[in-house]
């Protein structure tokens, strides 16, 4: 096929769509040639250490209609098995066709190039994996001609906008609002809502981990425990450490660099990872060449500069820690992981496009106080994309923390994650005539960080939890807004992220709200009025079948596997009586996957929120025991006197139990009463529901912050240590033996 053939194809499919001038057929002509005749350059020296320059960076959006028009041009040709549906006659299909065939007849023969226009680029060229989506940069040169192109063809079609990058909905998550004292406290004496448990003592000798995703990979937190100690993080101050036995405090390790700001916290033995960000102001002299830059009548001015640090404190001595190293690495926080020794570090990277070639420290990032290598720095195949963001990746081995293991960098969008116990599963979102979500698969064994493979499905996730990596297949449930509406698909993926069977067009019109694989089974919940909760066979790669569908009122936003038959629900229900909506906890039996039930759900009343709904670090889940624990919001109606009574053990509960309203409609001037903050450990009880066993008002503890705040009550944890249950606040720990009766035993704040 010619030149002339590939630019009518153009021409006709974005008849009806205005197309920037950048990314007129006349242009990608243009861009054809330049291909084809470039020379080799030079390769610059690479890894040197600079002062890092700063600069201020402006954000775009693109309108939606210049959005389609470049997707239509642009979206990655990167190989996906499978057909897509109804999207073939779409200005999108036939554009990646067009630039599909115009690759092949570069390197195949006119019969090849024939085929090739029927199937995917990769396959068509015999190559597969990471090879047809990425290419390892040659040079430095190299990586700023294709962020200067991808960002000249952004500026080209844009207008100033607060943000253009879509930021991770998982991982955009800040660190939880803290404050702290140097005070000591004594036991307190205030509310402990003490109810009966049962017979016999409710714990064994188990000390309760971070509740994480996939079993193996552990996740950073707020809150860990050695099980004799806990280490409580103050994003704002550092870190406390308290002895459990008695609630003694042993030390406190301060930040040293001001501007620190921690995300998260890992405890490996004697180690203690901190993940954290710093924001760093200089005062700058102008020299010569950029006294242009300032007033005429200033000599100095404060320049800033953003990184991240990872911090790795010697603990064994818990009255004495130490830090033992640091590394830094420029960007911005989305996500970290902890696989055996080493810790996994996941940012992303602006660069700033207004510097030169030659000024590398402006467009690469600096990882471990060097500049990334160009040949770690890895691009995309296709001609042409919107994104210029880069995703990295680093390693530190923590019992060598004083330098980075590996780096490595991706320059593609970065929205959602999925850690597996092999591989490093990275997402992002491109916006055009429909939603694509674009993957990147990273595998990770013993700290070396290689990409291996690229793909695409239609549609958005929903969370990380979309994800799931099984024998060697990637399963994902998407959702994608169309005119009748949102829509869900199923896809299945090998190795190469190449689509292996799919289940699209699923529950049409309703919302995408949770989903959790076990094995060759998924699950996944919709929502429009009611509940369908899905149950999928995933056993044939090829051919994915839907087993069963539940319909019931509300939604799950959150689903954990509760022993091998039963799965958990965390969700929402509105209130018959008044509208609003409560938080629900469901029971499901999944014994038979085909034939899912509802066997007990309950409705926390006046409870307008918990974080455990879409925060599952928050959530304490004891399956051995029969127990789970969680904090919630109650807030009473408008103009009611008080809290509606709730049930316990099948009796309403008395003001003298321990609970008694600390407001009344009077008081309140007939608005809604004053909300009132709760952790309460639940037992479930097959045919009569999750029963309160105990339930702790936070507002009467010392270590409890400002009531009205939502970070306030994010920050909560509970966590256990043999037959002791501590909740965890932002100032202080509060301790609970778990025996025949619920018993508080002490408390702490600083």
């Given at each position: 096929m010619k030149d002339e053939k590939l630019l009518d194809m153009i021409r006709e499919s974005a008849e009806e769509i205005p197309i920037p001038e950048s990314l007129q057929p006349q242009k990608i002509n243009e861009k054809l040639q330049q291909a084809r005749g470039k020379a080799e350059g030079e390769k610059p020296p690479e890894g040197e250490e600079k002062k890092r320059k700063i600069r201020r960076r402006g954000n775009w959006y693109l309108p939606a209609a210049a959005v389609a028009a470049m997707a239509a041009v642009c979206m990655l040709v990167v190989g996906i098995a499978g057909d897509y549906g109804s999207g073939s006659d779409s200005v999108l299909n036939t554009a990646e066709a067009a630039l599909e065939t115009a690759e092949a007849e570069e390197e195949t023969s006119a019969e090849e190039s024939a085929a090739g226009s029927t199937q995917d680029s990769s396959t068509a060229s015999g190559v597969t994996g990471v090879d047809a989506y990425l290419t390892a940069a040659a040079d430095y040169e190299e990586v700023y001609e294709k962020l200067r192109e991808n960002y000249q063809e952004i500026e080209d079609a844009a207008i100033p906008h607060e943000s253009w990058n879509l930021e991770s909905a998982e991982e955009s998550e800040t660190a939880e609002e803290s404050a702290g004292s140097s005070s000591d406290g004594a036991a307190s004496d205030t509310h402990e809502a003490v109810e009966d448990a049962s017979d016999t003592a409710l714990m064994g000798g188990e000390v309760s981990q971070t509740n994480v995703q996939v079993e193996g990979v552990d996740e950073g937190d707020i809150v860990k425990t050695d099980g004799k100690y806990i280490f409580v993080m103050d994003p704002d101050n550092g870190v406390e450490i308290v002895r459990a036995e008695d609630l003694a405090r042993m030390s406190t390790i301060s930040w040293e660099t001001p501007g620190t700001q921690a995300y998260d916290m890992y405890l490996d033995g004697e180690r203690l990872a901190v993940v954290a960000g710093v924001s760093e102001s200089t005062l700058q002299t102008p020299s010569s060449s950029t006294q242009w830059l300032y007033e005429e009548d200033v000599d100095a001015r404060l320049e800033s500069r953003d990184y991240l640090e990872i911090l790795v404190y010697d603990i064994s001595d818990r009255e004495?820690?130490?830090?033992?190293?640091?590394?830094?690495?420029?960007?911005?926080?989305?996500?970290?992981?902890?696989?055996?020794?080493?810790?996994?570090?996941?940012?992303?990277?602006?660069?700033?496009?207004?510097?030169?070639?030659?000024?590398?420290?402006?467009?690469?990032?600096?990882?471990?106080?060097?500049?990334?290598?160009?040949?770690r720095i890895y691009l995309p195949k296709e001609e042409s994309s919107v994104g210029y963001t880069y995703f990295v990746v680093v390693s530190v081995d923590l019992q060598e923390p004083e330098k980075l293991a590996d780096r490595c960098a991706v320059v593609t969008e970065s929205t959602d994650f999925y850690v597996s116990r092999e591989n490093i599963y990275v997402t992002g979102v491109h916006y055009g005539t429909s939603q694509m979500t674009n993957i990147v698969r990273f595998s990770y064994a013993d700290g070396q960080i290689e990409p291996e493979a690229g793909g695409s499905v239609p549609g958005v996730l929903n969370d990380s939890f979309s994800m799931d990596e099984y024998q060697g297949y990637l399963r994902m449930v998407t959702w994608e807004w169309n005119e009748g509406g949102s829509s869900t698909g199923l896809y299945i993926l090998d190795q190469d992220l190449q689509v292996t069977g799919q289940i699209t067009d699923l529950a049409?019109?309703?919302?995408?709200?949770?989903?959790?694989?076990?094995?060759?089974?998924?699950?996944?919940?919709?929502?429009?009025?009611?509940?369908?909760?899905?149950?999928?066979?995933?056993?044939?790669?090829?051919?994915?079948?839907?087993?069963?569908?539940?319909?019931?009122?509300?939604?799950?936003?959150?689903?954990?596997?509760?022993?091998?038959?039963?799965?958990?629900?965390?969700?929402?229900?509105?209130?018959?009586?008044?509208?609003?909506?409560?938080?629900?906890?469901?029971?499901?039996d999944v014994s038979d996957p085909a034939d899912v039930q509802e066997t007990d759900k309950n409705i926390l009343e006046n409870a307008v929120y918990c974080p455990g709904t879409d925060q599952y670090k928050s959530i304490l889940v004891l399956e051995e025991q029969n127990l789970l624990g969680m904090a919630y919001r109650t807030q009473a109606p408008y103009g009611s006197g008080g809290a509606r009574p709730f049930e316990a053990n099948g009796t309403e509960e008395s003001a003298t139990s321990g609970y008694s309203p600390s407001w009344s409609a009077s008081s309140n001037n007939g608005e809604y009463p004053e909300p009132e903050d709760y952790y309460t450990l639940f037992r479930y009880v097959e045919g009569e529901g999750f029963q309160i066993v105990f339930r702790c008002l936070l507002n009467q503890e010392e270590g409890y912050g400002k009531y009205d705040s939502y970070e306030e009550l994010d920050s909560v944890r509970g966590i256990t240590i043999g037959d002791m249950l501590y909740i965890v606040m932002s100032r202080g720990i509060s301790a609970f033996h778990l025996g025949d009766t619920v018993e508080k035993t002490g408390s702490v704040v600083w």
């Open positions: 004495s820690p130490a830090l033992k190293g640091s590394v830094e690495l420029d960007g911005s926080y989305l996500t970290s992981r902890k696989n055996g020794d080493y810790l996994y570090l996941m940012s992303r990277y602006d660069p700033d496009l207004s510097a030169e070639e030659e000024e590398r420290d402006g467009y690469v990032p600096l990882a471990g106080g060097e500049l990334l290598p160009s040949d049409p019109g309703e919302d995408l709200k949770s989903s959790r694989f076990l094995g060759d089974t998924g699950y996944f919940v919709t929502f429009l009025e009611t509940d369908p909760l899905f149950s999928v066979d995933l056993s044939d790669p090829e051919e994915p079948r839907i087993l069963g569908e539940l319909k019931i009122p509300g939604f799950s936003s959150y689903l954990h596997f509760y022993g091998e038959d039963r799965l958990l629900g965390i969700g929402w229900e509105d209130n018959a009586s008044d509208g609003r909506r409560e938080v629900k906890l469901s029971m499901f």
